[in-house]
């Protein structure tokens, strides 16, 4: 048993990848694996909150900015993809029949630099702003609130610029994905799992991440900062480290998105879409490896299932839920495993060992 | 005097908070090999020297270890340049383990691609200061959970798998009982024997019996220093404790022997002022 525990993280992965993988393409409707594709690009952006959040203690409510850069670039090329390679894009034609394409559309005709784009943008982004933030010791209330600052200024910026952009009505109605029709049932299964398969990357570089040295100096600057430098370390490039991976995630989700979806607007990237983002973290447990990638999954089904058979209850329904997890379960869903744990141990030491019978006790005193 | 190779040199150093002097124009010397101790009455500016020295508190003058100057440069990298420190409270991080904590404490010479990699196995260094601090037993124990004692001897750990030149201890046996101070006592001098060590303390008893050398500070000041004896016996020393904290401080101070009375009686008056 003490051989595998360290394991077992790892056996989890596998198992996850097995459903995802090959369960679920098996058993499920095109309309279910479309939405569940759909959770499994919020499943992503969660992983990488969880990582900066839950393990490195930066509050990121504005992860729509990053999740926007990924998802605008893949929707530039998509639109340029559907529209062929000599005409605009039809929205552009549609407010001015003369406009010509700007600028800053032309390279995202390429693939390579899409993707390229959809890397390394959030990286060189996060990277300037990270360093800002944290060699300046910018921290805690005010952190999250400029991150969500830029979440939407970022999404009222593509509002406004509806001519470049789209505005509100955003990008939509793509017909291919890198030289595959998107019509095709066949292909949606495969940009589906895609998807899959990059949470479960994901999830796999963050089990790594939190296990090694880095795992523990992270924790470490979560709890305090200050004593980190006496280690030698400067908290701001280990918090670089974490935020950039996040924001890389978040990306990448954003662009898995476009194709599954079929859709793009501001909405998705603004504030209560980032909010949303995180509070699926929050409910599956912001710390666990496995907690905010099923929590952000739970939070994609409740608002596909409830949100659209039952819109004004559900928002009431998820309020009820925050209040409730805020209050007794501090560390999200993911902690009623290790409460259960310590319940069943506890349950099974005491008929063997009456003499020990007053160490739970200490210990519900202690809680 | 001439100065030793590798010495901790401080030189005229001052630290102003808003236009209070905390410290105003201190210096003072540490080397290796001796238990220096950094004495004096609340609000001296023994914590603010250290603070000072580490790169907490801005400080003006000159603070160097070998031919390093470190004022001015930021704490990470005054403790890359080799010194260590610990806090009054001690500061382990509670959510790791004893040995994750060391480990952490010993990643100071690793590249940095090398945190990517889970830790396997364990650093010599690390079972070192394990034996040396008498935490071998407990290894696996999540630090938050030890006794104040083992927080502290955790710290000096942490700093030992640093493997500093100069080790600051900031009042490392307050809250300890007799034995946990005489254990931490034999633990400094044994390191002492090839590093600085410089102690801020408060307990008089403890500095008596372990000080090589002394330094006092009043006011930001440094009122004197020497030998132990010497220290005790300087009368400026004496109407300083005398016309500050009362005679009871004074009175440990120039008592001798017998730490029983000191423990039960003079201790807990002196910390009254």
């Known amino acids: 048993m003490t051989k595998l525990k360290p394991w077992l993280p790892l056996i989890g992965i596998g198992v996850f990848a097995i459903l995802l993988l090959v369960v679920a393409p098996a058993v499920l409707s095109m309309h279910w694996i479309n939405n569940l594709g759909k959770y499994c690009c919020w499943a992503i952006a969660a992983v990488g909150i969880g990582l900066a959040w839950g393990r490195g203690g930066m509050l990121v409510l504005g992860q729509g900015v990053f999740f926007g850069l990924g998802a605008y670039a893949m929707a530039m090329h998509l639109t340029m993809e559907t529209s062929g390679p000599d005409s605009l894009p039809v929205f552009m034609i549609l407010y001015d029949p003369s406009a010509s394409l700007p600028a800053f559309w032309e390279p995202f005709r390429s693939d390579v630099f899409t993707l390229l784009a959809i890397v390394l943008l959030p990286v060189i982004v996060a990277s300037i702003l990270g360093y800002a933030l944290f060699k300046r010791r910018i921290k805690g209330a005010y952190f999250a609130i400029l991150s969500q600052a830029l979440a939407v200024a970022l999404a009222v910026l593509i509002s406004s610029t509806i001519r470049e952009t789209g505005g509100d009505t955003g990008l939509s109605d793509f017909r291919y994905f890198f030289g595959f029709v998107l019509d095709d049932d066949a292909n949606k299964v495969m940009v589906f799992m895609i998807a899959a398969a990059l949470l479960i990357v994901c999830l796999l570089a963050v089990w790594q991440l939190n296990r090694s040295r880095f795992g523990e100096l992270l924790i470490a600057t979560r709890d305090a900062e200050e004593r980190v430098r006496f280690l030698g370390y400067d908290p701001a490039n280990i918090k670089l480290v974490a935020y950039v991976v996040a924001a890389l995630m978040a990306s990448i989700a954003g662009a898995m998105f476009v194709p599954i979806v079929g859709i793009i607007t501001p909405a998705e990237i603004g504030a209560s879409a980032s909010i949303l983002m995180i509070a699926g973290v929050a409910l599956g447990g912001r710390a666990s490896l496995f907690g905010p990638a099923l929590g952000a999954m739970a939070i994609g089904w409740g608002q596909s299932s409830l949100g659209s058979s039952w819109p004004s209850g559900w928002i009431y329904i998820l309020g009820l839920v925050f209040i409730l997890v805020t209050l007794f379960l501090p560390m999200g869903l993911s902690s009623l495993l290790g409460k259960a744990k310590s319940a069943v141990w506890r349950s099974r030491e005491a008929p063997t060992a009456p003499a020990a019978a007053s160490a739970p006790l200490l210990d519900e005193v202690q809680k | ?273």
């Open chain 2, 1 to 273: 005097m001439t100065v030793a190779e590798g010495s901790l040199v401080v030189t005229d150093l001052r630290v102003e908070f808003d236009g209070f002097v905390a410290v105003g124009g201190v210096s003072f010397d540490a080397h290796p090999g001796e238990v220096r101790f950094l004495i004096g009455p609340n609000g001296a500016g023994k914590t603010t020297c250290i603070d000072a020295i580490t790169g907490l508190s801005k400080g003006s003058g000159s603070v160097t270890l070998g031919d390093q100057e470190l004022l001015g440069k930021s704490t990470q990298k005054i403790v890359r340049l080799g010194v260590g420190r610990t806090f009054q409270t001690a500061s382990v991080f509670e959510q790791l383990s004893v040995l994750q904590n060391l480990d952490i404490a010993a990643g100071l010479h690793r590249s940095s691609l090398s945190l990517l990699r889970a830790r396997r196995g364990v650093d010599p260094a690390i079972e070192v200061a394990l034996e040396e601090t008498g935490l071998s037993d407990v290894r696996e124990t999540p630090a938050g959970i030890l006794s104040h004692g083992q927080k502290q001897w955790l710290e000096i750990g942490m700093m030992l798998v640093q493997e500093p030149r100069a080790l600051l201890l900031d009042e490392p046996v307050a809250g300890m009982s007799q034995d946990e101070r005489t254990a931490t006592g034999e633990l400094l001098q044994r390191i002492a024997q090839r590093r600085i060590v410089l102690v801020v303390e408060h307990d008089m008893d403890f500095m008596r019996r372990y000080a090589s050398r002394v330094t006092v500070l009043h006011q930001g000041k440094v009122l004197s220093e020497g030998a132990v004896a010497q220290v005790q016996a300087d009368p400026k020393v004496q109407e300083v404790y005398l016309g500050t904290g009362g005679a009871a401080t004074t009175a440990a101070m120039l008592v001798v022997a017998d730490p029983t009375i000191e423990a039960t009686d003079a201790v807990p008056q002196g910390k009254g002022d």
